[in-house]
């Protein structure tokens, strides 16, 4: 703790002032040590919404980035705070004695993809959680298949209304409209995910 203490930087941010985004997210440890933060990110209609009020202690990190899918995460001071800040590699290294690449790597490992289940159990229609379902299918299955990939797991209509949490009728309208707008294609009952056509999709969503 006191190694921890000598090595922060010690800043004191006004209230309403950003103190990260995900748009400019260093490779930073920030605890806040007095007051009050937010993390606030858009919903699908743009408006700026609370997820979490953060008391003093470490700020969590926003969730791992999906390419085509930007939710403008956010962390503010909600009152003036005293935010402490630290290089991520020098942290872990005081408070775990490892290198921060082998700390992201297990953490990567242990936590999985639980992140992405949240991003789709969000406020996303059907539509986008199924994109977003095909788009992390792809990433763990999906095998080189021309332009696209093909997924190696027989991704059948009621895995995928499971996964989105959705009816099976619903889903299989969607993925007949993914395949009249080329986002997917079918070879031999498997399907092949055109990773691009579908990022291109959610960004614009």
């Not at 926003?62 to 991520?88: H, K, M, N, W």
């Amino acid at each position: 703790m006191e190694r921890l203490a000598r090595a922060l930087i010690v800043t004191t941010v006004e209230k309403r002032t950003i103190i990260f985004d995900e748009t400019n997210v260093p490779e930073s440890v920030y605890i806040l040590l007095s007051g009050i933060a937010r993390i606030t990110c858009r919903n699908g209609k743009g408006q700026r919404r609370t997820l979490i009020m953060v008391a003093p202690g470490m700020i969590s990190g926003f969730p791992l980035p999906v390419r085509g899918v930007s939710y403008d995460f956010r962390c503010e001071a909600f009152t003036s705070c005293q935010i402490g800040a630290i290089d991520l590699q020098a942290f872990v290294k005081i408070s775990l004695g490892i290198e921060s690449i082998d700390f992201k790597r297990m953490a990567h490992n242990y936590l999985g993809r639980w992140n992405l289940i949240q991003l789709r159990s969000s406020n996303c229609t059907v539509q986008q959680r199924l994109a977003l379902a095909l788009l992390e299918l792809s990433e763990d299955f999906g095998i080189r298949h021309n332009n696209g990939l093909r997924l190696s797991l027989l991704a059948s209509h009621k895995i995928l209304a499971e996964l989105v949490g959705a009816s099976r009728p619903r889903v299989t309208e969607h993925l007949s409209q993914f395949e009249q707008d080329r986002f997917i294609a079918r070879k031999d009952r498997q399907l092949i995910v055109q990773r691009d056509r579908i990022e291109k999709f959610l960004s614009q969503a």
